[in-house]
Every structure is written in structure tokens, then in C-alpha cells.
Nanobody, 120 residues
Framework: QVQLQESGPGLVKPSQTLSLTCTVS??????????WSWIRQPPGKGLEWMGA???????YYSPSLKSRTSISRDTSKNQFTLQLSSVTPEDTAVYYC????????????WGQGTQVTVSS
């Protein structure tokens, strides 16, 4: 059973960089054809796909967030990381990591989510 666990600070100040890590257990982030995504849900809004890193290390980003988003991985730790720069209160959300076969939007495993609040 694959498990994903998000970790990182719950409070970030405006203009700073938000950094979250997803630790994967029960499976490898280099498993062929898999993609590992970051998805967020602001309060009262729907899910928003932010970007993903594939099993081969290729990255893909939402056009609306591309200029501020970076996703990387550490295969030795079986982790992938999100960095979102220049945050504002509008970036306040529950952040999830999730896995899928390819980038088809059909996620088979999700982390529990972590609340991140942007506030001074």
C-alpha cells in the first residue's frame, strides 16, 4: 500500500517561499509511468492542480502558477518537494500530494493534506 505524507510549516509570511515535502512509502517515486503531483484547495474553493514531477524527473506546472512554482525530488529519500515563492494570503490552502499513472488527473493515492496559512 502506497502512502504519502506531506510535511512543512503551517504558517508562512507574505512574500516568503512556501516549502513542502511529500514522503512516499510503500512504493518508489521512480516507478515507471508514475507522476507525483501537488494539489491545493483554498478555503471554500475547489481543488487546484499545481504541478507534478514524473518518474523520470520531468516537471510540469500549472500555467497560472508556473512563474512561482518549483517541484524537485530526492530519490534517495523517496521524497518530492514543492516550493512556491512570493506567497500571498491567496495561497492559503490545504496542500496535498498525490500520485497518478501519467498526468491523467486520476489520482490513486493521496496524502492527508496539510494546512498552510499565509499571514504576517
Amino acid at each position: 500500500q502506497v502512502q504519502l505524507q506531506e510535511s512543512g510549516p503551517g504558517l508562512v509570511k507574505p512574500s516568503q517561499t512556501l516549502s513542502l515535502t511529500c514522503t512516499v512509502s510503500g512504493g518508489s517515486i521512480t516507478t515507471n509511468y508514475y507522476a507525483w503531483s501537488w494539489i491545493r484547495q483554498p478555503p471554500g474553493k475547489g481543488l487546484e492542480w499545481m504541478g507534478a514531477i514524473t518518474y523520470s524527473g520531468n516537471t510540469y506546472y500549472s500555467p497560472s502558477l508556473k512563474s512561482r512554482t518549483s517541484i524537485s525530488r530526492d530519490t534517495s529519500k523517496n521524497q518530492f518537494t514543492l516550493q512556491l515563492s512570493s506567497v500571498t494570503p491567496e495561497d492559503t490552502a490545504v496542500y496535498y500530494c498525490a500520485s497518478s499513472v501519467g498526468l491523467n488527473g486520476e489520482y490513486d493515492y493521496w496524502g492527508q493534506g496539510t494546512q498552510v496559512t499565509v499571514s504576517s
